[in-house]
């Protein structure tokens, strides 16, 4: 099985994130052929960090690691769907289930559609 | 709300697709400005083509157009996800409702885990 990593031109492919059990979209990263064979190897979702320039596993800093459940590829082998058991709840590093977590709404503003989970502040301590 | 198309460099920011009833991944695709602002006026998912280089209101060939019912924007504003009722049940171009039609299983290999909607050879004839 090839993926193809040359598509954006940086090496790195989209990693759609999904939990397990609810379906929830909770975010993308991008992923380089190393950090996809760590998250088939290891289990716990690893991406390419693109402002640290650096591997990430997903949950190193937070503890909200992310359990690898299945791993969908597309039909052009340039994208990967990853359905992950999210530990802690939260994959946003603003403190929320998703990532996706505001909606567009009719007057064409964001709109807050779910609830902290935690606050990034207390997570995130220098 | 203003989107960052700049992040991938190219002018164009990834789409993920997702079953407004199932919940179920679709596709990821391509937005630049003016797909997306055609996306949010008319209500059929347009992208971004990269292989064709125009703008795509997917199912224009396939007839399978996808009418969005909810648009979620990502905390980083670099990602956008739609919520679509897709027409034909097909969303991917080799004829499948997901293109996340094959699963990576325990040997590393790409089964196939979904049935074909309908056969590509028919609905794109030249």
Redesign the interface.
Known sequence: ?KLNFD????GLL?A?V?DYE????L??AFMNQESFDMT?KTKKATYYS?SRDQLWVKGESSGNIQEVK???????ED?V?VKVNQIGDAA???G?NS??????NDD???EVVEELVFDPKQVYKK
């Not at 598509?7 to 940086?10: D, H, T, Y």
């Not at 609810?22 to 979209?25: A, D, E, F, I, S």
Request: aromatic share 10%; hydrophobic share 35%; glycine share 8%.
């Open positions: 099985m598509k954006l031109g940086n989209p759609i999904q609810t379906g929830k979209v975010m993308v088939v693109r299945e791993i969908y590829v597309d039909c052009d994208t769907l946003c590093h603003k929320y990532c996706f977590f505001r909606k567009l064409g503003e964001l």
